[in-house]
């Protein structure tokens, strides 16, 4: 009788143990998902918080265009333009298939504004960090600019001159 109450008394307290374990390392864990969070959010307010929003540009009965628009906050001085990516989808297409019109253009308040239209259409979010990067390139470096078209009419008509890639 006694071996099995030994057994049991051992089971218990490795039982124990690891409970009191798994809460260390769930607290470790959780310790460093904090600690991440507050340096993304200390080095992201050092840079600026870069607002996104979507822009219905064109929609037909089996195409939709928009552009997913990007602006640095608090305004800077030197960057009077907001920053868009344009797509263009199919009717009928996988989520994941989409036409890149324009990976990174300068735009002005009043071309965007220009651009928009007062439509409803079904459109994606796309994996962003490619522009993020270079709109950051844009902000950080004077000499990246000259590779950015600039367009301060409208969005769709800027397109149409751009040379072809």
Known sequence: MTLPAAVIECTMKRAAQVEIDGRRRTMVKYSRLITFLVVFFLCGSAFG???QENVILSVTSNTVQWAAVYKVHPDRSD????????????????PWRFKELVFHMAVTPKALETSRIDRKAKIYAYKDVEIRSAY??????????GDVPICDTNILDCIKYLPVQ
């Open 49 to 51: 918080q870069v607002q």
């Open 79 to 94: 960057d009077p333009y907001v920053h868009v990516r344009v797509f263009e989808r199919q009717k009928g297409w996988e």
């Open 136 to 145: 950051r390139r844009w902000l950080e470096d004077p000499a990246a600019r």
